[in-house]
């Protein structure tokens, strides 16, 4: 708690603390969202390769490759994590139904196992290489991939199953709110000589074109999704309507 109070003191500005609320608590909203519509319409919301790269970032970015010195962010990603584990639960207790080939769905389960531990692997040994201390390159590659996925899955479920409407607006903007969070406050982590501030002491990258392309092009595609959510919506709602006039011959 120490540690965590002095992260919020030291390490963070007041803007930078109201700019990772934003991002928590619509991140939360979303998750909590997804995690309602999943248990009532008893199947899983979030495209498989995305949830198994999920859970495998959460728990080696909260657990194994701890962010130095910003407590308050390790604290975050893991209640994301716990989060993440119930998402997971839903994906074994409904995934398999959701299967159409049948060697699928006889080894879903393994297949989830071993697509969580591929991922998790792929994940620890990225930072390693590029030195992605944070996990923020790898993180924003992920909420990319989910961006374009959930498009696929939209299309793939026309009956909106455990789609619900409010997530992709919360996803939107707690991407948003972290990628403005990110603009302002990582490149201030390093020094003078672009090596960063805290051990491990990683050179920065030459230039943040790649973090830039992906804080802008993320909350695009969140629109377009959007976008095509409710005209989903609006077409499922014509196909329901019943007529209230008189019949005719």
Same mark, same amino acid.
């Given at each position: 708690?120490?540690?965590?109070? %002095?992260?919020?003191?030291?390490?963070?500005?007041?803007?930078?603390?109201?700019?990772?609320?934003?991002?928590?608590?619509?991140?939360?909203?979303? %998750?909590?969202?997804?995690?309602?519509?999943?248990?009532?319409?008893?199947?899983?919301?979030?495209?498989?390769?995305?949830?198994?790269?999920?859970?495998?970032?959460?728990?080696?970015?909260?657990?194994?490759?701890?962010?130095?010195?910003?407590?308050?962010?390790?604290? +975050?990603?893991?209640?994301?994590?716990?989060?993440?584990?119930?998402?997971?639960?839903?994906?074994?207790?409904?995934?398999?139904?959701?299967?159409?080939?049948?060697?699928?769905? /006889?080894?879903?389960?393994?297949?989830? +196992?071993? +697509?969580?531990?591929?991922?998790?692997?792929?994940?620890?040994?990225?930072?390693?290489?590029?030195?992605?201390?944070?996990?923020?390159?790898?993180?924003?590659?992920?909420?990319?991939?989910?961006?374009?996925?959930?498009?696929?899955?939209?299309?793939?479920?026309?009956?909106?199953?455990?789609?619900?409407?409010?997530?992709?607006?919360?996803?939107?903007?707690?991407?948003?709110?972290?990628?403005?969070?990110?603009?302002?406050?990582?490149?201030?982590?390093?020094?003078?000589? +672009?090596?960063?501030?805290?051990?491990?002491?990683?050179?920065?990258?030459?230039?943040?074109?790649?973090?830039?392309?992906?804080?802008?092009?993320?909350?695009?595609?969140?629109?377009?999704?959007?976008?095509?959510?409710? /005209?989903?919506?609006?077409?499922?709602?014509?196909?329901?309507?019943?007529?209230?006039?008189?019949?005719?011959?």
């Amino acid at each position: 708690m120490a540690a965590f109070l %002095y992260s919020l003191e030291h390490d963070l500005s007041p803007t930078l603390l109201v700019i990772a609320g934003v991002m928590f608590l619509a991140w939360t909203a979303a %998750y909590l969202q997804i995690v309602r519509q999943c248990h009532r319409d008893k199947t899983y919301g979030i495209p498989l390769v995305v949830i198994f790269f999920n859970i495998a970032w959460e728990f080696i970015f909260s657990f194994q490759l701890v962010a130095p010195g910003v407590p308050v962010l390790v604290w +975050g990603n893991r209640l994301w994590f716990f989060a993440d584990v119930i998402i997971v639960s839903q994906v074994l207790m409904y995934g398999r139904n959701a299967q159409i080939h049948p060697w699928v769905k /006889q080894h879903f389960h393994v297949i989830c +196992g071993v +697509g969580i531990l591929l991922c998790g692997l792929a994940l620890f040994f990225f930072s390693k290489y590029t030195g992605d201390v944070y996990g923020l390159a790898s993180s924003f590659m992920i909420n990319f991939a989910m961006s374009v996925l959930f498009i696929n899955l939209l299309f793939a479920r026309p009956d909106l199953r455990g789609l619900p409407a409010g997530a992709g607006w919360t996803k939107m903007i707690g991407t948003a709110a972290g990628a403005v969070f990110c603009y302002l406050w990582w490149p201030t982590q390093f020094d003078a000589n +672009g090596v960063l501030i805290r051990p491990p002491y990683v050179m920065r990258a030459t230039d943040f074109r790649f973090l830039y392309f992906m804080f802008l092009t993320i909350p695009v595609i969140d629109c377009l999704y959007i976008y095509l959510y409710h /005209q989903q919506r609006k077409a499922l709602a014509a196909k329901t309507a019943v007529p209230t006039g008189p019949a005719t011959v």
